[in-house]
């Protein structure tokens, strides 16, 4: 398979070597799981929800849901959600420099990866079931457990050598 990093189409393996470099490098890495993983909604959910998991705790990233898509207003509390019309308010807030959508159906993973690269500085990975976002820094595409669980190994091993 291939990735889209920085602009440049690669191979599946470097992109997945970038994208753990990223979330072990950040100051305040998050993960933001969208309901396509948040909700138990078809056979393999929970499995790819459990990964998602997986690859926060080993790359010691935080996790805010995005378990719906409606705008809140007047005022979210951007500690605990995100809007994905304002996700650029929830980055500020938290000071995050690396971000991850996954589970986030394409729409509205494509407009709030536009707000942040265009009002933000955060790095940020895309972990898509479909086609890819050619607004991340990092794009993943046809993402299924299997590759979610090679990002997790990736993030371990890399983990370990930073350790040595």
Known sequence: GEALVEGTIVSLEEALEKA???LLAAKNAYFFP???VLWDWKEGVAAKARAVLDMAKAAG???IPMPDYRPKYPMINPA???????PNLTIW???IDVCAFVGVHCHYANLALKIIRGGTDCYTIALCAEVGHEDAMV???????AEMKQLTAAIVRRKGECRQ
Request: hydrophobic content about 35%.
């Open 93 to 95: 807030h938290n000071q």
């Open 80 to 86: 605990v959600e995100i809007n994905p019309n304002h």
């Open 61 to 63: 990233a935080g996790i």
């Open 34 to 36: 969208g309901p396509l």
């Open 139 to 145: 794009s993943f595409r046809q993402m299924g457990l």
């Open 20 to 22: 753990a470099e990223k």
